[in-house]
């Protein structure tokens, strides 16, 4: 496993052919830029494809392993809990991490969701990559400044996936549940009523019209929701059985799960599978 000496590094590579290392860990967090070329990241057992443009980030004690097709370039911002400890100081800044950082496993994949931000990270990314190779008069405090605004953009694209009606008026309570689910999904026990009333000190009677007056939908919608969208892309980015998937995020069976699934998306699993491994 690899280990950072500092809290914060940014790493250039030059081009490659081939991915230098098997597949390895962190003792750290990772994004990775996509500078150029083309190819495959599997992380832990999801495979994405990549491009110019993409961004990714491996968690701690993920592993992670690069298949390139055409000789590619990549630009790593790593940071450790080092970086997340020093950052408390800056009470939006840590929020921004926290949100980010919860996430890291739930939602793999290109974090960034809107052509707009994809249009301004490869600006930014151009702008840091610059800074960190020129090393000119405060180029430190530069960098910090950009990582900060990087970490902007990548939580708004985030949030993204919460409810519509989320925004950076809601209540910190409430995005505090949102967290709380999203970091609990594979744990249904800490996701009932009861349990998550007695968490955030809301009686459990008020509980799902608190959930519906701030998000729109009750609490299962939710649950379900973002359950779907997690199996969606285990099912297109991984090997495993649907059996698999369904033992994973808490359904009965393999039947249960598929009845779940053509109900809301109005098609099979495997279907589903099928189809998307056809145009991916």
Known sequence: MDHLREPFE?????????CPRGQHTHAFFEMV??????????????TFDYEPGNLFLVAPNDSH??????PSQFFFIRF???FVQASKKDKDLIQRLE???QNARLDPGCILRTEQDRDAVKNLMHILIQEHLRRDLYHKELILQLVNTLLVI??????????KEINEASEDKMLAMLQHIQANIYYPEKLRAETLSTHFSISETYLGRYFKKHTGET?????????????????????????????????TDKSHLNRIFKKYRGISPGDFKRRGNKFN
């Open 99 to 101: 949100l980010i950082l």
């Open 154 to 163: 990548v939580a708004r694209n985030i949030a993204n996936a919460y409810p």
């Open 80 to 82: 450790n809990n080092v």
């Open 219 to 251: 609490l299962q919608q939710y649950i379900l929701k973002y359950k779907l969208k997690l199996i969606e892309t285990r099912l297109l980015h991984s090997n495993m059985r649907i059996n698999e998937i369904a033992d994973e995020f808490g359904f």
């Open 33 to 46: 830029y996509i500078v150029d070329g083309t190819g495959s990241q599997k992380i832990n057992e999801l």
């Open 65 to 70: 392993v690069f298949k390139i097709n055409k």
């Open 10 to 18: 940014l790493v250039l590579k030059e081009y490659l052919d081939v």
